[in-house]
């Protein structure tokens, strides 16, 4: 079975700095996808990022960008500049293929003004 | 654009009731449709899936169930009520094929007295 792990169940960070939310996962399939969602406070669930098992390179997108090291089985959510209303929960989730997605139990960010 | 609609926002019921979630998806063709609950401060729990009409997979036992009556019309509901049922309720889905990411709805907030 899939197991998402998420070693940070809460982070603070200053405004205008980088930070980075760490994801390791455990599967056997070879082939999957990697993505991070986003859960401020009202509850939805924002997807941010994706990034493939047979991407070379680590995917960007905007002001996120994902720390992919797919020999330790990691893909770490990096946030540069943060924002105040960058405040939320992240879930980082796998999809093997063929299957479902797996959630982690998600990392609390507060961004400090 | 595609879009997808839950209803209701919030629901309070005693235990014994019954449940009917709606979850509606517009401007895409034959999803792949999901329920998640989410306990408070926890991670998503994969409730059921569904291909298409009529085709229902569901991940854990439990109190509820649910049908897809049309294609883009996806339903959660339970007979009688627990209090373990209490919890956060999103519906989310997917394009059928390929690591697609998963697309939210706004989610339910149901509390079991």
């Known amino acids: 079975a899939q197991k998402i792990t998420q070693t940070q169940p809460g982070m603070f960070v200053q405004e205008k700095e980088a930070v980075t939310l760490d994801c390791t996962y455990d599967?056997?399939?070879?082939?999957?996808?990697l993505f991070w969602y986003k859960q401020p406070s009202s509850g939805e669930m924002i997807f941010l990022i994706y990034?493939?098992?047979?991407?070379?390179q680590n995917a960007t997108e905007g002001r996120y960008s994902l720390n992919f090291q797919k020999a330790r089985k990691s893909a770490n959510l990096v946030i540069s500049a943060s924002q105040l209303g960058d405040s939320a929960m992240y879930f980082c989730a796998v999809f093997p293929y063929g299957q479902n997605f797996v959630f982690g139990p998600g990392t609390r960010l507060s961004v400090l003004p | 654009s595609q879009t997808i609609h839950q209803w209701p926002a919030t629901l309070v019921q005693p235990v014994g009731s019954p449940l009917s979630l709606e979850c509606t998806v517009e401007g895409t063709s034959n999803p792949n449709l999901y329920w998640y609950r989410q306990a408070a401060g926890r991670g998503l729990q994969l409730l059921f899936y569904?291909?298409?009409?009529?085709?229902i997979s569901s991940e854990v036992p439990q109190n509820l169930s649910a049908s897809r009556p049309q294609d883009r019309q996806f339903i959660l509901s339970s007979k009688k009520l627990l209090l373990s049922d209490s919890g956060f309720y999103l519906c989310?889905?997917?394009?059928?094929?390929?690591?697609?990411?998963?697309?939210f709805g706004p989610g339910t907030r149901l509390t079991v007295l």
């Open positions: 569904s291909v298409g009409i009529g085709q």
């Open positions: 990034q493939g098992s047979y991407d070379q």
């Open positions: 989310a889905w997917s394009a059928g094929t390929g690591y697609n990411e998963q697309f």
């Open positions: 599967t056997s399939d070879p082939s999957y996808g």
